[in-house]
């Protein structure tokens, strides 16, 4: 407590034996004079609002702390390998394709990679494989079901088969094939002459339509939609829609390009 004279929270307060009153002998007390009990009004009331504004500042300062807590969670990064099969049409034929691709995928929602691709069987009498570099996104990486866009962009190559037609000597063939005159007779030899003196043309394997395979290289992009269940933290489950556009091989880019339903699995990270 200060003495007389001394200050409180800023504010001087003074009390004498004169202003404030004394004990006096007989034990009752003095009266304070009304100059007095301003003084220490006064007085109360500036320490109250400096003990008032001491916690407000106390209070400010303590929350900001609690609201800034640090949330420290793992990025999920790493490699990602997954197994792909495709149903397509090519040639006028359905086919399926069979892959491959993986990659680096970073906070599991920007995939970087390559993948190949082969035609199983031979529809149509085409073969085909290709491969290149990979891109896939995923829009919802946290959630029970992700979706997203994924591309292909690279080469190939293709077998294809194809037919060169004989139209001078289908002039001479019937619907069946066959030459319309064959003599009147047979002999025993082919190439031989009838008994009345008629050549026979029947023995004669004339020329037909000629079918042979070639090969031709092209340029590929395979963009597709996906939509993926994620079962446990390392593995996925999707399938998607896409179409598969082929370019730098003239006329028979038609005969390989087409849609695609695919249906894979994605194995990591962890």
């Not at 092209?218 to 598969?244: C, E, K, M």
Request: net charge positive; with cysteine.
């Amino acid at each position: 407590m200060p003495g007389p004279g001394g200050k409180i929270g800023g504010a001087t307060m003074q009390c004498t034996t004169r202003s404030c009153g004394q004990e006096r002998s007989d034990g009752r007390s003095r009266r304070l004079r009304p100059t007095c009990i301003r003084r220490c009004r006064r007085a109360f009331c500036v320490t109250l609002a400096l003990g008032g504004a001491l916690a407000g500042v106390t209070a400010s300062a303590q929350e900001p702390a609690a609201e800034g807590r640090l949330t420290v969670e793992r990025i999920r990064s790493g490699f990602v390998i997954a197994p792909d099969l495709k149903l397509t049409s090519i040639d006028g034929d359905t086919g399926a394709v069979a892959g491959l691709y993986g990659g680096f995928i970073t906070d599991r929602r920007l995939l970087v990679g390559a993948g190949a691709y082969w035609l199983t069987g031979e529809p149509s009498g085409v073969d085909m494989a290709y491969g290149g570099g990979l891109v896939e996104w995923f829009a919802n990486p946290g959630g029970r079901v992700d979706f997203s866009v994924r591309s292909l962009f690279g080469v190939g190559r293709a077998t294809l088969a194809s037919r060169i037609e004989t139209p001078v000597f289908d002039a001479f063939l019937d619907h069946a094939g066959r030459p319309p005159f064959r003599g009147t007779g047979h002999g025993r030899h082919w190439g031989g002459w009838s008994h009345r003196g008629h050549p026979r043309w029947d023995g004669i394997e004339w020329p037909g339509p000629v079918a042979f395979r070639y090969r031709e290289g092209f340029l590929i992009a395979d963009p597709q939609l996906s939509v993926h269940l994620n079962v446990t933290d390392w593995l996925r489950i999707g399938g998607g829609a896409g179409y598969r556009f082929v370019g730098r091989a003239g006329s028979d880019g038609e005969r390989l390009q087409g849609f695609t339903a695919s249906l894979g699995v994605q194995l990591g990270p962890p």
